[in-house]
Each structure stands twice: as C-alpha cells, then as structure tokens.
C-alpha cells in the first residue's frame, strides 16, 4: 500500500518551454502532497504543500509564478514549471500524505533537464 | 547550524556487518521520526517511523530515538550489497507544527560483498 506516482520519470525540454510534472497517490487518499527538489547528492528541499481544493503554501525563495501547483483532487497534484531555463533542471520528487498519518510516502522522481 | 545534522559519509562496511547511522537534531519540539532508503535516481522509501523515545524493530532494521539527547538511530544487521543506498532521517512537530518534514543531509553507505 501507500503507493505514489509521477509521471513523466524523465523529461528534456528547450529553454523558455513549460513542463508538467503528475504525482498521483494510487491506492489513498492524499489530503496533503507536497513538492521537492533535489540536487545530486544533497537532501531534498521542500518548495510547496499543497491541500486538495487549496492553493498550495511555497516556501521562502521558491517562485509561486514559476513552479505552479494545482491539487486538484485528493489523488492527484500537478507542478508546472513555466518558462523553465536550464538552472531550473533538477530532480523533482512529490510525496503525499493521509490524512490521518504523518509519514509521508514519496514518489519515484522526475528528472528535468532543461537545455 | 542546520536543525538537523547526519554525516554525509560515505560509510563503508563489508557484508554481513551491522550498519550504524545516526541524526542529531536542535529542535526539541520535534516529536515523530522517520528513516528514508533512497536509491541512486530514485524517490526515498520509507523504512521506520516512531514516536517519541525508545525502540522499534522491523526485521533487519531497528530505529532509537533518545529525545533528551536528541539523537536517533538505525541500525541495519546483517548487511547485504542490496542495502548500499543513501539514507536520510526525517522528523517534524506536532499537528500544531504543520506537515513540514526536516530532513537531515543523508548518509552514503556502501555494502561491499
């Protein structure tokens, strides 16, 4: 159980394109879905929670016009990187909670390359 | 000075040797703990997750959390080259706190056969 997805797994775009990223939680509920970014071989950096039917909350120094977050249903969160520009490259990865547990299951990542 | 601090490694053991990685923390209101595997390009896993002080044990890993120290542990017995992976703690607060997890920076660790 506890299963999470992200669609595409890899993806390559041209500068000044814009690119959506799908997390989907397969087999819960995810009331909460929050989006990382993580750089090689360092941890992960929140950017954004997201709560169904809410606008999400970014953390400081991420640019809500850029990375945009839709939490549409409780089973799916899209980020959209707009007008995205090769230091934006990355891997991005959502993870996603019940609403009654703490932990937080991840998914698979995405890997964004921007040239 | 981080919220969170692990050393990064890496930590090499041979197979069959018990692993030890541990996170210190600052933040005393920090209550629910967890350990993630994460393989090379690929998302974390969740391993253990606990709740205030003591033991827990699933399988070949077992997870301590000393909040008077602020210190948790995992410890994975019996290593297999399977086990060479980055691991990361994680904690947060309370409800109160929100559903921010702090992530520590991660461990590289390397099972040799």
């Known amino acids: 159980g506890a299963v999470v997805s992200q669609h595409p797994s890899w993806v390559i775009c041209k500068s000044g394109t814009s690119v959506k990223i799908e997390c989907r939680s397969l087999?819960?509920?995810?009331?909460?879905m929050f989006w990382y970014r993580q750089f090689p071989k360092q941890s992960l950096m929140l950017m954004a929670t997201?709560?169904?039917?809410?606008?999400?909350?970014?953390e400081q120094g991420v640019e809500k016009d850029k990375f945009l977050i839709n939490h549409a249903s409780l089973t799916l969160s899209t980020l959209t990187v707009t007008s995205a520009h090769p230091e934006d490259s990355s891997f991005y990865i959502c993870?996603?909670?019940?609403?009654?547990?703490?932990?937080?299951?991840f998914g698979p990542g995405t890997r964004l390359t921007v040239t | 000075q981080k919220e969170v601090e692990q050393d990064p490694g890496p930590l090499s053991v041979p197979e069959g040797a018990i692993v030890s990685l541990n996170c210190t923390y600052s933040?005393?209101?920090?209550?629910?703990f967890m350990w993630y595997r994460q393989y090379s390009r690929k998302g974390p896993e969740l391993l253990m997750y606990?709740?205030?002080?003591g033991n827990k044990e699933d399988g070949r890993f077992t997870a301590q959390v000393d909040k008077s120290s602020k210190y948790i542990s995992l410890f994975i017995r019996d290593s297999q080259p399977s086990d060479s992976a980055t691991y990361l703690c994680a904690m947060r607060g309370g409800w109160a706190a929100g559903n921010k997890l702090t992530f520590g920076g991660g461990t590289r660790v390397l099972v040799k056969p």
């Open positions: 606990t709740y205030s002080s």
């Open positions: 933040n005393s209101a920090f209550q629910y």
């Open positions: 993870s996603a909670r019940t609403g009654t547990g703490y932990e937080q299951y």
């Open positions: 997201s709560n169904e039917g809410s606008k999400a909350t970014y």
């Open positions: 087999d819960f509920q995810a009331t909460t």
